[in-house]
């Protein structure tokens, strides 16, 4: 069976949502022709507030291509939401369950039949807290090794000025920003598409930890300087890694064992209060599907991932 929607209810989401994106949004979108017109793709893009998939669909949808996210199942249990969800064909993922695997399934499915498949490598909206792209999961390119598909990059700016993110770190331009729904002025939301990444030297090699980290660094590279571009900045060295950071604030935040409080006391003091952990992202199978759709609102857990 092949990936199954209704025609009616995608007419049905663009009649209603095209209109009110163009009327509560400013656009500034380059690159449109680097999205095929036709076969199955990958689109990869950064997350920065909870808003910007709607921005993306709809830069996606003026290129040509009617966009399909990977959201979380809870979505499709609710009454209107649901029935939409289904009736256009997007993904169900069951986070932190054994058959969130199923996604992928769903997903490689979509792609052979010809669908323009939504991914945020992410697997969140970003917690760096200038709002560059984190570490990725592997699962967008496990798909794209997986199938062939082309995995276009995508960099999206200006999302955060409409709805910022409200687990984003307190400190940068993350936590500059004023909580809510700011859709006055009209913000302008600025989207570049760049070329197909070029995967192929990674074509027929087992898909190993190293392979799949590899492709996936190379991937958010080029979404990192698509967004360098769009902000008119150099993108830093070395990307955050939110697991990491949480990692460091479990152990910071765990009390002192007697060697630590004896070196403590030697020095004069005592380990001082740990910055609390962030509520930590899904790590079910499901995150590592590549963290498509809205990931708070279509966010993902982990599918393989390393």
Known sequence: MGHGYSPGWRKLTIVVLRPLLFGLLRRDWRGRGNVPSTGGVIIAANHISESDPLALAHFVYEAGRYPVYLAKAALFSTPVVGAAMRGTGQIPVHRD???AALALKDAEKALVDGECLMFYPEGSCTRDPELWP???????????????????????????????????????????????????PRKTMKVIAGPPIDLSKYEG???????????TDEIMDVISELLGELRGERPPAERYDHHRVLEERRRAAEPAG????????EAGGVPGPAEPPDGAEGTGAAADAGAAGKTDATEKSKAGDS
Not at 134 to 140: A, F, L, R
Not at 205 to 215: C, D, G, I, N, V
């Open 97 to 99: 369950r054994a058959d």
């Open 134 to 184: 984190m570490t990725g999961q592997t699962g967008v390119a496990r798909m794209a090794l997986t199938t062939g598909a082309k995995v276009v990059p995508v960099a999206t700016w200006g999302a955060h000025e409409l709805l910022p993110y409200k687990k984003a770190e307190q400190r940068g331009l993350a936590g500059s920003l004023k909580k809510g729904f700011h859709p006055f």
């Open 258 to 265: 007697p060697a630590e409080a004896v070196e403590a006391a």
């Open 205 to 215: 090699l087992p898909l190993t930890k190293e392979t799949l980290r590899a492709a």
